[in-house]
């Protein structure tokens, strides 16, 4: 019942920072909504998470450098990466609920 579109992917150097943001077009409100990421020859992994009432969680590979958050009325998820590394180069989806709808997808590369 939604489209997601993702933007803010691309490449940066190690130590540099990008910021993902996933807007949905429909009817409804967001609810749990994370992200996830796929690196060549790995399985899709969670990220991110956040809750009906904000509470995050985050994988431990990301924690203190990532940061999801969301605005409910905009319909809009943001990922804030800091602190890059090139072990964080994938394609990156949102996947938001209660639609289980997934982003196009969005590549970030992370090198020097």
């Known amino acids: 019942q939604v489209q997601l579109v993702e933007s803010g992917g691309g490449l940066v150097q190690p130590g540099g920072s990008l910021r993902l943001s996933c807007t949905a077009s429909?009817?409804?409100?967001?609810?749990?909504v994370s992200w996830h990421r796929q690196a060549p020859g790995h399985e899709r992994e969670l990220v991110a998470i956040?809750?009906?009432?904000?509470?995050?969680s985050y994988a431990g590979s990301v924690e203190g450098r990532f940061t999801i958050s969301r605005d409910i009325a905009e319909k809009t998820v943001w990922l804030q990466m800091n602190n890059l590394k090139p072990e964080d180069t994938a394609v990156y989806y949102c996947h938001v609920g209660p639609w289980g709808s997934w982003g196009q997808g969005i590549q970030v590369t992370v090198s020097s």
């Open positions: 429909g009817r409804g409100s967001i609810s749990i």
């Open positions: 956040i809750n009906v009432v904000g509470t995050a």
